[in-house]
């Protein structure tokens, strides 16, 4: 019996969703920029993957550019990595999608970028590209023309002929219908591989890899999602998928990890999961959403102060986490023992406190007030220099 392996007639990498020149204003813009240049340093590692698996093609599903009319930085960027690759052989396609369709000004027009494209690289430019792949295989490429759309792009893909043993691929780039959303863009039949008779369908639009619909692996239609992920809500993000499809016309498909960046979400409620947290390994290619959501004591705030800290870095200490967005709202001081504590205080720094718990109260100044409380018992706890000068050796 054979191996399955020796009846592969077509090995194909799919990817889509670069959104290459995507900007992240809610974050510093020092990330934003490291989360602008990770956008571009995937694509090494996706064409890396491509190489290493030898495959036939690859096929970029639309959404490379974040816009129609990307920045000179993002074309170059581009054509940088895709000349650097010594290919002859291995055509790469590029689906224009509905963030970067094929519109008159669009990049995919644009002579000196198309010029600087390497010989091996094909722009879907026209509305069905037909192009024959190795072994007798043959792809179907639709690209998005617009912005929005309510036709389904595949319908453009002729059917199977009858008696056409071909392994026949499409390329598109919409959305699947799949989830009940009936306010969809570009809507894809969940069914569109039946119905034309295709043996895969490589689409792009979502951001997470996945099957559609999930249940049906022959024949396979798969979002690869995002190869680096852009959001919080973007679930199982940071693939490419490695395709490889026998004689017999069974696709098997792989998923495999390219991203570098993770995107978690975390609401810490307690001292030890705080303590936790500061110990993880893995938070250096995180972009982390913290959320504090605790009552701490005057003690075990300046803990989670100096945790944050480490967390966040210093002008002098790098941090532990790649990009950090914090929420300290709901971090609040325990003020019950705070009237023993005042007891011993000299009366002008006890009206301090009595003013302080006062704002404490107002919730657009309770976490202001509470840390200013703090920062009043630590210093009076530890005399710093103008408290030693008192009774000091001059
Ligand atoms: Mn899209």
Redesign the pocket.
């Known amino acids: 019996m054979k191996r399955t392996e020796d009846d592969i007639v077509l090995k194909l990498l799919h990817t889509a969703?670069w959104h290459l020149g995507r900007r992240f204003p809610r974050f510093s813009p020092e990330a934003a920029r490291t989360l602008s240049r990770a956008r571009r340093d995937v694509l090494e590692r996706i064409f890396h993957e491509a190489e290493r698996n030898q495959v036939d093609a690859v096929l970029c599903a639309?959404?490379l550019f974040d816009t129609a009319q990307p920045d000179e930085d993002f074309k170059s960027a581009l054509l940088q990595v895709l000349n650097g690759l010594k290919w002859k052989h291995r055509p790469v396609f590029l689906l224009p999608?509905?963030?970067d369709p094929l519109v008159p000004e669009s990049v995919w027009k644009d002579p000196s970028f198309r010029k600087a494209l390497p010989d091996f690289v094909r722009v879907v430019d026209r509305e069905l590209l037909e192009v024959p792949l190795p072994n007798d295989c043959v792809l179907y490429a639709v690209p998005c023309l617009s912005r929005a759309g309510q036709s389904d792009p595949t319908a453009a893909i002729p059917l199977r002929a009858a008696g056409d043993a071909r392994v026949r691929i499409g390329l598109v780039?919409g959305s699947t219908f799949d989830a009940g959303d009936w306010k969809t863009n570009f809507p894809i039949s969940k069914d569109a591989a039946l119905e034309r008779g295709l043996d895969y369908l490589a689409i792009?639009?979502t951001h997470g890899f996945r099957f559609v619909p999930p249940d049906r692996k022959q024949p396979p239609t798969i979002y690869p999602g995002t190869p680096e992920p852009t959001a919080f809500d973007e679930h199982d993000a940071g693939h490419v998928a490695l395709v490889f499809i026998n004689r017999a016309r069974q696709a098997m498909v792989q998923k495999r990890p390219v991203g570098q960046w993770k995107w978690e979400e975390l609401t810490v409620k307690s001292m030890d999961e705080l303590r936790l947290l500061a110990r993880r390994t893995d938070l250096a290619a995180r972009v982390l959403r913290l959320t504090l959501d605790l009552r701490v004591s005057t003690v075990e705030y300046q803990e989670a102060e100096a945790l944050l800290g480490t967390l966040e870095g210093s002008a002098s200490t790098h941090a532990r986490v790649g990009v950090l967005e914090l929420d300290r709202e709901k971090l609040s001081l325990d003020l019950t023992h705070l009237d023993a504590l005042a007891a011993g205080l000299p009366a002008v720094l006890q009206a301090a406190v009595k003013r302080l718990r006062l704002e404490a109260q107002k919730p657009e100044q309770r976490a202001a007030a509470e840390r200013a409380l703090f920062h009043l018992f630590s210093l009076s706890k530890h005399p710093g220099p103008l408290a030693g000068a008192k009774g000091g050796a001059a």
Do not use: E, M, Q, S
């Open positions: 969703d639309g959404d999608g509905n963030h780039h792009g639009d």
